[in-house]
C-alpha cells in the first residue's frame, strides 16, 4: 500500500514532470526521470534520510531488491561490452565505464556508511593506491617494467597507511593532489576513460581527504587532550 508522505509526493511530482517535459518536448529520454521517482524512496533510506518513512520490513526489502537489481544490470552491461568489443565497436567502452563507477561508487559507499571518517579515509586511499598499482602494471611488458610502473600506486598505498598517524596532514596533501590530478587527467584529452579515470581516481581521494580533515568525534577529543 503506498504511503502518503512527503517523499510519495517528491516521487509523484518527478513522475509528472517526466510526462509534462515529454509532452512539451516529444524527447523519450525525459522520460528516464520516471527512474528518479522510483529510486527516490530507496536512495534516501539508503543515506539516511527519511529512514522514519520506512519500517525494518521495507528497509530489508528494499536492501535485498537493490542488491539484486544492481548485480543483474552489471552482468547485462558485461553481456554488452563483450558483444561490442567483440564486433570491434568502441561503443563497449561506455558499458565498462558503467561496471566501473558502478562497483566503485558501491564500495565507496559501503566504507562512507560506517562513518569512521578517519578510518574510511586511510581505506579508500589505500584502495585507489592498489587500483592505480593494478591498472599501471597491465601495460608494463616485463618484470622491471611492472616493479616501476606499480610504484606510484604504492606510495598512495604508504600514504594511506600514514593517513592514521597524521590525518589532517595527510588529508590537506590528497585533497590539494586529487584536485590536480582530476584537472590534469582532463586536460590532456577528454575521452571516457579518462573521465572514468577522473571519476574513480579523484572523486574517492577527494572524498577520503575530507573525511580526514573532518575527522571523528572521538578523534576530535583526542586530539583536543593532545594539544592541551
Not at 517528491?10 to 529520454?29: D, M, P, Y
Not at 558503467?98 to 564500495?107: M, P, S, V
Not at 586511510?122 to 587500483?131: A, D, E, F, H, R
Not at 577522473?198 to 587532550?225: M, S, W
Amino acid at each position: 500500500m503506498l504511503k502518503r508522505d512527503p517523499i510519495f509526493w517528491w516521487a509523484g511530482g518527478i513522475f509528472v514532470l517526466a510526462l509534462l517535459l515529454f509532452a512539451v518536448t516529444q524527447e523519450q529520454l525525459w522520460l528516464s526521470l520516471m527512474i528518479g521517482s522510483y529510486l527516490l524512496r530507496p536512495t534516501l533510506a539508503s543515506l539516511g534520510v527519511g529512514r522514519r518513512y520506512l519500517d525494518e520490513r521495507q528497509l530489508n526489502i528494499h536492501y535485498r531488491s537493490g542488491n539484486i537489481g544492481f548485480a543483474l544490470m552489471i552482468i547485462l552491461c558485461v553481456i554488452f561490452a563483450i558483444k561490442l568489443s567483440a564486433e570491434n565497436n568502441h561503443d563497449f567502452e561506455l558499458f565498462a565505464a558503467t561496471i566501473i563507477t558502478g562497483l566503485a561508487a558501491k564500495a565507496l559507499f559501503n566504507v562512507i556508511l560506517v562513518k569512521s571518517f578517519r578510518e574510511t579515509a586511510s581505506k579508500i586511499i589505500i584502495s585507489v593506491g592498489l587500483l592505480v598499482a593494478l591498472f599501471a602494471s597491465f601495460d608494463a611488458g616485463s618484470f622491471v617494467g611492472i616493479i616501476v610502473s606499480v610504484i606510484p600506486g604504492l606510495v598512495i598505498v604508504g600514504i594511506g597507511l600514514l593517513a592514521k598517524i597524521y590525518p589532517r596532514i595527510i588529508g590537506i596533501v590528497i585533497l590539494i593532489v586529487a584536485i590536480a590530478s582530476i584537472i590534469f587527467i582532463l586536460s590532456i584529452r577528454q575521452n571516457w576513460g579518462q573521465i572514468v579515470t577522473a571519476v574513480v581516481i579523484g572523486i574517492p581521494l577527494i572524498t577520503a581527504g575530507v573525511c580526514l580533515i573532518k575527522g571523528d568525534k572521538n578523534n576530535a577529543e583526542v586530539d583536543a587532550q593532545r594539544a592541551a
